[in-house]
């Protein structure tokens, strides 16, 4: 007798998910594409976020948004707690983090290293952080567990991972973020003499790019949106490298929003483990050119090319995905 039994979330994300979770992200790039250099924000948010809706919508899935976007910024959002999928109810039970287009200004500027980008994993593995900003401490792998400690000062840190690379601190380079509220922590990183990447927008391209030695980038600090945080530590779960993250609260409301969302300890230091859980899928499409993934590209046939990454934390598979996507005929 043949078995009715539901697939258990696992064998989905066997089955389904790990390649059709670039079906989303391509499906979001290719919408904020659109938008790319006309200097409009929202409306390549706007783009981006009713593409990828669309294209969950084609999923067999019961998800579930526990990192939506847009609430900062009062922009279109795919927002907590949304469902989303074409099984809403039946369907496996998956959570969802995502940022439909991970970089706004960046794309409305036609800048580098702007993202579609999604985590995917079972029901309770992926962290329900609210939209607030979150410190951001990153290491590549390779190093010994808890090399790196949001505890310690920006210089300890460095002096540590320093020490188990084997060279002087001043070898060292670190990703931060372009930003005024990052002026002390430049000056600190540059008084012991580190090298120092700055970038505009974009700190999950950031935080992963500790991951390629290409990048000869060896670690992330500062500030940044608490989703794109635990974006980050999914890909980092799928890739190895360690990652400590702290949420920062400006006013009571935003202290509020946590406590919505079931955490209590507001001064907590988050693992990566802690942040993403179990097995999970990170899939991130370029939108526009970036160190990690080529932009999208509309040809003058009307065909459009996108590049992408898909990840698994259960195997550490890395697939890099080159698309052609042509009119219907």
């Given at each position: 007798?043949?078995?009715?039994?539901?697939?258990?979330?696992?064998?989905i994300?066997?089955?389904?998910?790990?390649?059709?979770?670039?079906?989303v992200?391509e499906?979001?790039?290719?919408?904020a594409?659109?938008?790319?250099?006309?200097?409009?924000e929202?409306?390549?948010?706007?783009a981006?976020?009713?593409?990828?809706?669309?294209?969950?919508?084609?999923?067999?899935?019961?998800?579930?948004?526990?990192?939506?976007?847009g609430?900062?910024?009062?922009?279109p959002?795919?927002?907590?707690?949304?469902?989303?999928?074409?099984?809403?109810?039946?369907g496996?039970?998956?959570?969802?983090?995502l940022?439909?287009?991970?970089g706004?200004?960046?794309?409305a500027?036609?800048?580098?290293?702007?993202?579609?980008v999604?985590?995917?994993?079972?029901h309770?593995?992926?962290?329900?952080?609210?939209?607030v900003?979150?410190d951001?401490l990153a290491?590549g792998?390779?190093y010994?567990d808890?090399?790196?400690?949001?505890?310690?000062?920006?210089?300890?840190?460095?002096?540590?991972?320093?020490?188990?690379?084997?060279?002087?601190?001043?070898e060292?380079?670190?990703?931060v973020?372009?930003?005024?509220?990052?002026?002390?922590?430049?000056?600190?990183?540059?008084?012991?003499?580190?090298?120092?990447?700055?970038i505009?927008?974009?700190?999950?391209?950031?935080?992963?790019?500790?991951t390629?030695?290409?990048?000869?980038?060896?670690?992330?600090m500062g500030?940044?949106?608490a989703?794109?945080?635990?974006?980050a530590?999914?890909?980092l779960?799928?890739?190895?490298?360690?990652?400590?993250?702290?949420?920062?609260?400006?006013?009571?409301?935003?202290?509020?929003?946590?406590?919505?969302?079931?955490?209590?300890?507001l001064?907590?230091i988050?693992?990566?483990?802690?942040?993403a859980?179990?097995d999970?899928?990170?899939?991130?499409t370029?939108?526009?050119?970036?160190?990690?993934?080529?932009g999208?590209?509309?040809?003058k046939?009307?065909?459009?090319?996108?590049?992408?990454?898909?990840?698994?934390?259960?195997?550490?598979?890395?697939?890099?995905?080159?698309g052609e996507?042509?009119?219907?005929?």
């Amino acid at each position: 007798m043949t078995s009715t039994a539901s697939p258990k979330s696992s064998d989905i994300l066997d089955r389904v998910l790990v390649m059709e979770m670039v079906r989303v992200t391509e499906a979001a790039a290719v919408g904020a594409s659109k938008l790319i250099g006309r200097g409009d924000e929202k409306a390549a948010d706007a783009a981006a976020v009713e593409a990828m809706r669309k294209a969950f919508d084609e999923l067999p899935i019961d998800g579930t948004v526990v990192i939506g976007e847009g609430e900062r910024d009062e922009a279109p959002m795919l927002y907590i707690g949304e469902k989303v999928g074409g099984a809403i109810g039946t369907g496996p039970k998956i959570d969802i983090a995502l940022d439909p287009l991970e970089g706004t200004t960046i794309t409305a500027k036609a800048g580098p290293n702007s993202l579609a980008v999604l985590a995917a994993a079972e029901h309770g593995c992926l962290l329900n952080a609210p939209d607030v900003y979150m410190d951001k401490l990153a290491v590549g792998p390779g190093y010994p567990d808890g090399v790196i400690d949001l505890a310690k000062t920006p210089t300890q840190n460095v002096e540590a991972v320093a020490a188990a690379k084997g060279v002087q601190p001043d070898e060292i380079i670190v990703c931060v973020l372009d930003r005024p509220r990052h002026a002390d922590l430049i000056a600190e990183l540059r008084g012991i003499g580190c090298g120092i990447v700055l970038i505009g927008d974009g700190d999950v391209a950031g935080v992963i790019a500790t991951t390629d030695p290409d990048t000869t980038i060896d670690m992330y600090m500062g500030s940044g949106g608490a989703p794109e945080g635990v974006l980050a530590a999914a890909a980092l779960r799928c890739v190895g490298g360690q990652f400590n993250g702290r949420l920062l609260f400006r006013n009571d409301d935003e202290k509020a929003r946590a406590r919505k969302w079931g955490i209590e300890d507001l001064g907590k230091i988050y693992k990566l483990e802690e942040l993403a859980k179990g097995d999970c899928i990170f899939a991130a499409t370029g939108v526009t050119d970036g160190s990690l993934l080529a932009g999208v590209k509309r040809r003058k046939d009307g065909s459009i090319t996108t590049e992408s990454v898909v990840m698994r934390a259960s195997t550490g598979t890395v697939r890099w995905v080159k698309g052609e996507h042509r009119k219907p005929r």
